[in-house]
């Protein structure tokens, strides 16, 4: 066996080893390059799914958002309504005269006023000095009713129309709510 044999032949198996390593290699890239693509499909499908769930998260948040949205225009649409109404009342309160209801007042409270200072407002005020006389005490800005204050000015009972109204309007407000809408 002569050195050109031995060269061949380690030459040979050098070919067989680097094509090995070589195929080994492509092996391991092949492999390597399908373990990525699993990965890489398996994190586009994360990020999908989590698009989706984000999507579907915003869709029902959005919907949510409009139903709010719809709700409060409609309650200050109620809350004009009832503020008209409200506002209708006290048109109508200091429209309309009611010598009566002044004389009733009065004659109720008669106790108090006999021993203190009358207030009313200024179209109201003769009936009331008609009624109270030296107690009537000048005019105050009220759509009607009285005010009667003791002499020294420590009580006051206040029954205007306005604070009648305010009192009353706390209790009726959801009647007249029902009323204006019943299936609420």
Known sequence: MGLE???ERIRDTG???AASIVEAARAERKRLLA????EGEKLTAHREAEARDQAKRRRVQDLARAELDAKKLGLAAQEEVLNAVRERVRARLAATPNPSALRQLLTKNAAEWK???VYA???DASVVRAV????FAGTIDCLGGIVIESVDGASRL???YDSVLKDLWQDVVKEVARTL???K
């Open 158 to 160: 206040d029954v205007t």
């Open 15 to 17: 070919k067989a080893e």
């Open 121 to 123: 407002n200024a179209r």
């Open 181 to 183: 809408w019943p299936d």
């Open 115 to 117: 021993s203190g200072r």
């Open 132 to 135: 109270v006389g030296a107690n």
């Open 35 to 38: 373990e990525a693509r699993s």
């Open 5 to 7: 044999t031995v060269l």
